[in-house]
DNA sequence: TTGTAAGCGTTATCAT
DNA sequence: ATGATAACGCTTACAA
């Protein structure tokens, strides 16, 4: 019952073995017999021993932790279903380690660099990196740390990194041909922000798709993921397209804005104007009317992602390319 | 560009002081000479130093990290907007300080106290506890570990533990006595998991509430938080009292549940059934019809109990009482 | 198989 | 104000 917790030591003197002895016993048991085992297996549960990891992490170089980074400037997109996408496919992905996982979000009003730093200073073994913008800094100060790292989504700069990311320029293609297939001619489309590689890739595959329909590509706003954002963004578009027969917007919670503004403008859906979201992940199913979508397999990426990152701790091989998951269409009643 | 990062040795080298010095400086610079502190300073951006927190922590003993619990054995949870406001509120609450966050949350179908023991072994200077039920041994591990902890939301066992709530039993009273005034005779329930504080005393708000408006109690089913929940739950409900004319779904999760089970009999609402959640964060907005709701001030609750946390860190005076928070009615169409 | 001893990178104590 | 020096609790050669 002191009130320091017992030390190695103590679980060794408890079991009349060396330091050592009590030391290989507790971490694997390689070479100990099988009664200093059971002594120090004993004097463990005896004493309610528990290793101290800043000891442990000191030597083995290792803090068996792993950082999910959200360097997201925005604190709301803790509410944004993707997130909580990305978080439950990295603990899934950690179930059954011995790993913890630390949260790195950005901090309200914060210097950047702080997570920066953190990376860089052998706190954790290794980063899973999420909702990652172009300007920030983390891909240098990855590289700079030699941090064994794994992007949900296509990072910017040179080849580096390890990524994971769902196809979204095919996502963004089964969008917007299904508009063009069900006739729709003035097909507009709110992006996500386009310092993120899932805006840019989006966008890219709706006018892609319109340029091989022959159709034209002038109607677009660029949006931020939010579902105000995205009534915001339908507004501005609806105001320079009046002619808009159709909208893609690149996330579900934006088009859930969109709904809005459409509403409000007594604009009915799909009958004037055919509407298609992105992401399928509970949002599209709760909407009136319920909303066809793409489907984004984030739990499955995010997953993917930690099995690389885990993999690279191991010192596993590298893998040769990123693995690229695919989405796919569901049917709902706006387009 | 060495692999290894500089270490205190290196910083001190460099600026040609002891490494005494050195630590002084980097730790507030106290007691050393502004030549001193400036060549530190000079080697440490030179050389990109940053401390190592193992070593740092094996001598303070503080580990400058606090460890957000939530130990819900069902993953489905971090959907649940509840979550998303504690993450908000522990985040926020370290806003301006060096702390980070640990998330522990339990593992899909794994083995019970390995939360416990890792709260036990020095890693986190102190813990918030959220979505806590009565059968996990947090409380006595918290206890047994002497670890700072606050919970979010009134724990189980004796009055030993810190916490912070929102007055759950005045919300659950509001949302019943608005069915009552709206002379609503037949209201039933659907609770929370009443192995939680917040399902017990929601459900104690709304049976004293009938108890003193003179209407029967009987007419209660318990849910689990979730949508489908609320859902299973409201058939179970209507099929043992198809008399009711009115719900109170202890969260807009299961409000929204309930909505979708009352369309599919084609009850109306309000006006067969009044309906009445829990919670207004965010979900009830989005209902069709708008539900009406009781606001759970979540950010507010946490970012109080991070900020009880903090000053328990800082060896604060133990506040007298927990910090209770008051649900106010929301709004809506619904009842 | 076991134990001895040498660090890991910091901070804290105590002379100077 | 500064600098030796001794911990902190652990793992890991290396020797026995």
Same mark, same amino acid.
């Given at each position: 019952?002191?009130?320091?917790?017992?030390?190695?030591?103590?679980?060794?003197?408890?079991?009349?073995?060396?330091?050592?002895?009590?030391?290989?016993?507790?971490?694997?048991?390689?070479?100990?017999?099988?009664?200093?085992?059971?002594?120090?297996?004993?004097?463990?549960?005896?004493?309610?021993?528990?290793?101290?990891?800043?000891?442990?992490?000191?030597?083995?170089?290792?803090?068996?932790?792993?950082? @999910?980074?959200?360097?997201?400037?925005?604190?709301?997109?803790?509410?944004?279903?993707?997130?909580?996408?990305?978080?439950?496919?990295?603990?899934?992905?950690?179930?059954?380690?011995?790993?913890?996982?630390?949260?790195?979000?950005?901090?309200?009003?914060?210097?950047?660099?702080?997570?920066?730093?953190?990376?860089?200073?052998?706190?954790?073994?290794?980063?899973?990196?999420?909702?990652?913008?172009?300007?920030?800094?983390?891909?240098?100060?990855?590289?700079?740390?030699?941090?064994?790292?794994?992007?949900?989504?296509?990072?910017?700069?040179?080849?580096?990194?390890?990524?994971?990311?769902?196809?979204?320029?095919?996502?963004?293609?089964?969008?917007?041909?299904?508009?063009?297939?069900?006739?729709?001619?003035?097909?507009?489309?709110?992006?996500?922000?386009?310092?993120?590689?899932?805006?840019?890739?989006?966008?890219?595959?709706?006018?892609?798709?319109?340029?091989?329909?022959?159709?034209?590509?002038?109607?677009?706003?660029?949006?931020?993921?939010?579902?105000?954002?995205?009534?915001?963004?339908?507004?501005?578009?609806?105001?320079?397209?009046?002619?808009?027969?159709?909208?893609?917007?690149?996330?579900?919670?934006?088009?859930?804005?969109? @709904?809005?503004?459409?509403?409000?403008?007594?604009?009915?859906?799909?009958?004037?104007?055919?509407?298609?979201?992105?992401?399928?992940?509970?949002?599209?199913?709760?909407?009136?009317?319920? @909303?066809?979508?793409?489907?984004?397999?984030?739990?499955?990426?995010?997953?993917?992602?930690?099995?690389? @990152?885990?993999?690279?701790?191991?010192?596993?091989?590298?893998?040769?390319?990123?693995?690229?998951?695919?989405?796919?269409?569901?049917?709902?009643?706006?387009?």
């Amino acid at each position: 019952m002191s009130s320091v917790p017992p030390t190695l030591d103590d679980v060794a003197r408890e079991a009349r073995v060396s330091r050592s002895t009590a030391s290989r016993a507790i971490n694997g048991g390689d070479r100990v017999s099988p009664e200093a085992q059971a002594a120090v297996d004993d004097a463990v549960a005896r004493l309610g021993y528990t290793p101290n990891r800043a000891a442990r992490s000191l030597v083995t170089r290792r803090t068996d932790s792993i950082a @999910l980074v959200v360097p997201e400037p925005d604190t709301l997109v803790l509410t944004d279903p993707f997130l909580t996408g990305v978080l439950r496919g990295v603990t899934d992905g950690i179930a059954g380690t011995d790993l913890q996982l630390v949260l790195l979000l950005n901090r309200q009003g914060e210097a950047p660099g702080r997570i920066a730093r953190y990376l860089g200073s052998g706190h954790v073994d290794g980063a899973i990196v999420a909702s990652h913008h172009r300007r920030d800094q983390l891909e240098a100060a990855l590289t700079r740390a030699q941090l064994p790292a794994v992007f949900v989504g296509r990072p910017f700069g040179d080849a580096t990194h390890h990524y994971v990311d769902v196809d979204n320029i095919a996502g963004a293609h089964m969008a917007t041909q299904r508009l063009v297939d069900v006739g729709r001619k003035r097909i507009g489309t709110i992006t996500g922000p386009l310092d993120m590689s899932a805006g840019i890739d989006r966008l890219q595959g709706w006018r892609e798709t319109l340029e091989a329909a022959g159709l034209p590509t002038d109607a677009f706003v660029e949006g931020d993921f939010t579902a105000i954002g995205g009534a915001t963004a339908a507004e501005k578009l609806l105001d320079e397209h009046p002619d808009l027969d159709a909208i893609f917007a690149v996330s579900d919670l934006m088009a859930e804005g969109v @709904l809005h503004t459409l509403h409000a403008r007594g604009l009915r859906v799909p009958e004037d104007v055919a509407l298609i979201g992105f992401d399928d992940l509970g949002v599209a199913q709760h909407t009136t009317p319920r @909303l066809t979508t793409v489907h984004n397999p984030v739990v499955q990426t995010t997953m993917a992602a930690t099995a690389t @990152l885990l993999g690279l701790l191991a010192g596993a091989p590298v893998p040769a390319a990123p693995q690229i998951f695919r989405p796919y269409l569901v049917e709902g009643e706006t387009a």
